[in-house]
């Protein structure tokens, strides 16, 4: 299937299916941290960008299965770019909506929900996490180098308008570089932007996997922990997956892998972390991968990661 993967563990949602509502890359962004590579098409057009039908199918044919269906915590609408430029999100949330009982997360840049369209179509929703990286135009500019047609101020307009509007689940999401966006000034901008969109908590992250560009680098733990004091919502720290007992390795989970591969790169603690897998098994099937030439490995910041030799 193109557009459904998993399911996988999620950190913060549990046991997750995506839907990938774009190819890569559409976005308005094209941020330094960016897991899936350089924005091919910048845009803040909305368009269907593939065709709705073919998602709900996927879909379909993935709930036709009750049992698969009936261990998800949610369904997990995102994109490999910024899924609220593809048109028919609002019919794919309402579809799961009328199929399911689970709850349906969607992730996004925020830089749409200015548009009276997309504050629409994402309503239904259960819990929506946009991001906010930056509220001074230059730290904003330099880790989201976003597109002409989505400035700060509209961004920022755009997440306080949806509050107002949405009775779900609103974290939204700081992702802090080193030397970027994480100074004091920065720190005493978000906190007074945050103040204003006052979503139901934040969420602090900082990079993990190698990132677009090389100079974005991440804060340790307790720069993160000194950060979340700036904040007068609740703030959580995106930290790593631990618990859940692990399935052994089966030949069939080379399909799962090879698809979570293709959205982005991962060490084999997060393949088996996502897949929720036993760590070692996961790995060598990982190492077989590389020698039978399907995968690559890369470092990045100590680890290795892999990735689909063509990615
Ligand atoms: S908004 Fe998301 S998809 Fe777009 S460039 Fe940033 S990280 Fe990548």
Redo the contacts with the bound molecule.
């Keep these: 299937m193109k557009h459904i993967f998993g399911p996988v563990n999620s950190r913060r949602l549990g046991l997750s299916l995506g839907i990938d509502l774009l190819p890569p890359?559409i976005?308005?962004?094209?941020?330094i941290?960016?897991?899936?590579g350089p924005?091919t098409e910048f845009t803040c057009e909305r368009r269907e960008y593939v065709p709705t039908s073919e998602i709900i199918a996927e879909i379909d044919t993935f709930l036709a299965d009750a049992a698969a269906a009936q261990r998800l915590d949610v369904f997990t609408i995102t994109?490999?770019?910024?899924p609220t430029l593809h048109t028919g999100i609002g019919t794919v949330i309402r579809h799961l909506k009328d199929r399911t009982a689970k709850p349906v997360a969607i992730l996004t840049?925020g830089?749409l929900l200015h548009d009276q369209a997309v504050r629409h179509d994402l309503l239904p929703a259960d819990i929506v996490i946009p991001?906010l990286d930056a509220a001074r135009e230059q730290s904003y500019r330099k880790i989201?180098?976003s597109a002409a047609c989505a400035p700060l101020d509209l961004v920022i307009d755009g997440l306080i308008r949806f509050r107002e509007e949405f009775a779900g689940r609103y974290w939204l999401e700081i992702l802090l570089a080193k030397g970027i966006n994480d100074g004091p000034e920065d720190l005493a901008a978000l906190r007074d932007s945050v103040a204003r969109i006052n979503p139901t908590r934040v969420q602090l992250n900082s990079v993990a996997r190698p990132p677009?560009e090389s100079f974005a680098l991440p804060l340790s733990q307790s720069e993160l922990t000194a950060a979340a004091q700036h904040f007068t919502v609740p703030v959580e720290i995106l930290a790593d997956f631990t618990t859940r007992e692990r399935e052994k390795f089966q030949p069939a989970n080379a399909t799962a892998i090879l698809a979570m591969l293709r959205r982005r790169p991962c060490t084999a603690a997060d393949v088996a972390e996502a897949l929720n897998l036993e760590t070692a098994p996961a790995a060598e099937a990982l190492e077989q991968m590389v020698a039978q030439g399907l995968l690559v490995k890369t470092a990045h910041h100590h680890k290795e990661y892999y990735q689909p030799e063509k990615a």
């Design positions: 890359k976005c308005n962004f094209n941020c941290y960016c897991e899936i924005t994109a490999s770019g910024e840049n830089s991001s989201n180098r677009l």
